[in-house]
């Protein structure tokens, strides 16, 4: 074999009933992709979604989550636990290796915003208004902002060293003292 070339295509594979894809997340051997997808292929009717683990070198389906509803984000990978919004307010904690659920913290509002890793805990927003953060080991909360007055949360939030940033459908750009999130 000879290394491939920057944008060629090395595997191909689509299963039936895409509806929308996101590339999540990848490990150096596996990667990650969240899908919706729908009924008899009906546009626009999302039923329902998925998480495949595929094989980086050969393309290979190495495991499949049922989410049971729409994924439409990124995902973190933190200690072998994949984390991941649905749009029926769960985060998901799923083993990376097996695709076994590890956890499931509802927040009661979708979750489309991509989570972020800032010291070793899982910080991701919600349309509820509210910024989580999570031990991803056990999905539990060890800490959550509200947004005052906000619209929903769907951007990934941006770190620095003292705040955490999640832009909002309503136009605003909310910073969150990192002291707050404990």
């Known amino acids: 074999g000879h290394a491939p070339r920057d944008g060629c ?5 689509r299963p039936g009933g895409i509806a929308g894809a996101s590339l999540c997340e990848h ?18 009717a999302v039923a329902g979604g998925q998480i495949h683990a595929l094989e ?13 509803a729409p994924v439409d984000c990124g995902a973190v990978l933190c ?4 984390v991941v919004g649905a749009m029926d307010g769960s985060i ?12 499931d913290f ?5 979750v489309t915003a991509t989570p972020a890793l800032i ?9 509820n208004g509210t910024v989580y953060q999570l031990d991803p080991m056990t999905g539990r909360a060890t800490a959550k902002a509200d947004v005052p007055e906000s619209g929903l949360i769907r951007s990934a939030p941006v770190v620095d ?8 459908t309503d136009g605003w750009l909310m910073a969150i003292e990192r002291t707050a999130l404990g």
Request: aromatic letters at 10%; one cysteine or more; charged letters at 25%.
């Open 119 to 127: 010291s070793g805990q899982v910080i991701v927003g919600a349309d």
């Open 27 to 44: 490990d150096g051997f596996r990667i990650f992709i969240g899908r919706a997808f729908c009924p008899d292929g009906i546009e626009g």
């Open 79 to 82: 200690n072998g636990v994949l």
């Open 9 to 13: 295509k090395l595997h191909g594979r």
């Open 106 to 110: 509802k927040v009661g509002a979708s």
């Open 92 to 103: 998901l904690g799923i083993e990376a290796g097996t695709g076994a659920r590890r956890w």
């Open 161 to 168: 060293a003292s705040r955490v940033y999640v832009a909002t």
């Open 56 to 68: 980086l070198a050969s393309g290979r389906e190495l495991w499949r989550y049922e989410a049971g």
